[in-house]
């Protein structure tokens, strides 16, 4: 796949776009929390979080009808030169008032999600069909790895040297990704001009409504959404609570925080890694419940007595767990709504992901001046405790998917031998007793069986599908 011109050169832009994200971000920090009077206290840090999370979101589900009626090469190229002069714009504005900081933020924000979507719809055009999976793979593990890059490298030089030089180093990276985006050949938008766009954008709105509703009918879904909409909220208490000790407690300026961001890559890293295994324990409904308490745990062990290693070691597990819950929850929303659904499913968690974290961020901005650091810290690790009670609680009404092997291909009339629950396989021990009922207008062929490790459960088929009530 990567030997192909055109991928490596829309990857190479992609890489080179997130890693001056990155660059972009350690500036920003520099200049709107490390370097103002009121990032002493985490408002400060809390409105930086809204004004460089939620653009992207919001503008996420409105962005398709413009890509279809321009050169996408076109959007690429356009997207990365606004990007760069907005990025440039910021070293005047340096000196100048907050507001001005803010909306070059929102501005460049923004433009950066026409490019992230143009490049997720280019990809598909570049590659076979089979290799979706890896394109995808590629694309999001890299792009992490050069964002997380960028900002671990942007924080020493905005600490050693000044913030200007990370701006003017994320400007000029800006400026070589469109430069590689120009060299591909890519077709030109199905569409010509703005012509109905305006329609459109009101039909992608009905339609972020029917994905709510397609979620809420859906209860793997709605579980896989609410877990890591939970998880980003802790994330957002716990990288809250670390930047306030950051601040307060170690004097640590912007290369502290690249290191913290660091961190929570590597943890994402080792939660990507160790997910496959986990949900093949637990289930992916299981994945959730077992990140928050280890979480949980961790924070509330080590976060009364808070050192720099104890902090960075609360975040990493962090990382961790919102990698692992993320990944189990994609798979449930993807198993759990039918295709032609999904993107309506999907553009609703998008904006809730970023949400969420900037809502979650507000309230230890409210409570720290009444329970203290240590106290929000402590808070912070009941609280995933409790989710992960909550989560546990639910998940035993969430049906499994399933997936039964018979002993000639899974036929109707067949007897089932073996049998995958949430990516769980156990195998069939015993069938206990076999019967035929209707439910409904649909006659279903049921089985009570014994798995090899004790656990009773009972499966229906109507001859295309199986299912089980929820354990």
């Known amino acids: 796949m990567l030997a192909r011109g055109p991928v490596r050169r829309l990857l190479g832009a992609q890489f080179l776009s997130q890693a001056a994200d990155g660059l972009y971000q350690i500036a920003l920090a520099s200049i709107l929390i490390f370097n103002v009077a009121a990032a002493e206290t985490p408002a400060q840090v809390t409105k930086v979080l809204a004004v460089t999370l939620l653009p992207f979101s919001l503008i996420g589900p409105f962005t398709g009808p413009f890509i279809d009626r321009f050169s996408r090469r076109s959007i690429l190229v356009g997207a990365s030169a606004i990007r760069a002069l907005t990025t440039a ?30 490049k997720a719809a280019v990809l598909p055009t570049l590659v076979r069909s089979d290799r979706y999976l890896t394109a995808n793979a590629v694309s999001t593990t890299g792009g992490m790895v050069f964002g997380l890059l960028g900002a671990v490298i942007g924080g020493p030089i905005a600490q050693n040297v000044s913030a200007t030089a990370v701006v003017v180093a994320a400007s000029v990276v800006m400026g070589v990704a469109g430069a590689m985006a120009a060299t591909l050949a890519l077709p030109p938008g199905e569409r010509r001009g703005l012509a109905g766009v305006v329609r459109e954008i009101r039909d992608n709105l009905r339609d972020v409504g029917n994905g709510l509703r397609t979620l809420r009918a859906s209860r793997r879904a709605t579980y896989g959404v609410a877990a890591v909409w939970t998880m980003r909220a802790l994330l957002g208490f716990v990288l809250i609570a670390a930047l306030v000790l950051l601040r307060t407690r170690f004097q640590a300026r912007v290369a502290g925080f690249s290191v913290i961001l660091g961190m929570v890559g590597v943890g994402g890293f080792l939660g990507a890694v160790t997910v496959g295994g986990l949900a093949r324990r637990t289930g992916y409904t299981g994945v959730a419940p077992v990140a928050f308490v280890v979480a949980g745990l961790v ?166 599908s199986w299912t089980t009530p929820p354990s």
């Open 89 to 118: 714009a910021l070293v005047p504005a340096i000196g100048g008032p907050e507001w001005l900081l803010l909306a070059l933020a929102v501005a460049n924000i923004s433009v950066n999600r026409f490019f992230h979507a143009t």
């Open 299 to 464: 924070a509330l062990l080590l976060g009364p007595a808070p050192t720099w290693p104890v902090v960075l070691g609360v975040v990493l597990v962090a990382g961790a767990a919102m990698a692992a819950t993320k990944i189990a929850s994609d798979t449930l929303v993807q198993s759990g709504i039918e295709d032609h659904f999904r993107g309506r499913a999907f553009s609703v968690y998008d904006i809730g992901y970023n949400g969420m974290f900037v809502i979650a961020a507000l309230i230890p901005t409210l409570i720290l001046p009444a329970v203290g650091e240590v106290g929000m810290i402590v808070i912070t690790a009941a609280l995933a405790v409790a989710a992960a009670g909550w989560l546990s609680w639910w998940r035993r009404r969430v049906p499994p998917s399933v997936d039964v092997a018979a002993y000639a291909g899974g036929r109707a009339d067949e007897a089932p031998r073996e049998i995958t629950l949430d990516g769980v396989r156990h195998v069939i021990e015993d069938i206990e007793r076999s019967w035929t009922e209707e439910r409904g207008s649909v006659r279903l062929r049921c089985f009570r069986i014994r798995t090899s490790s004790g656990r009773r459960i009972e499966i229906s088929t109507d001859g295309t």
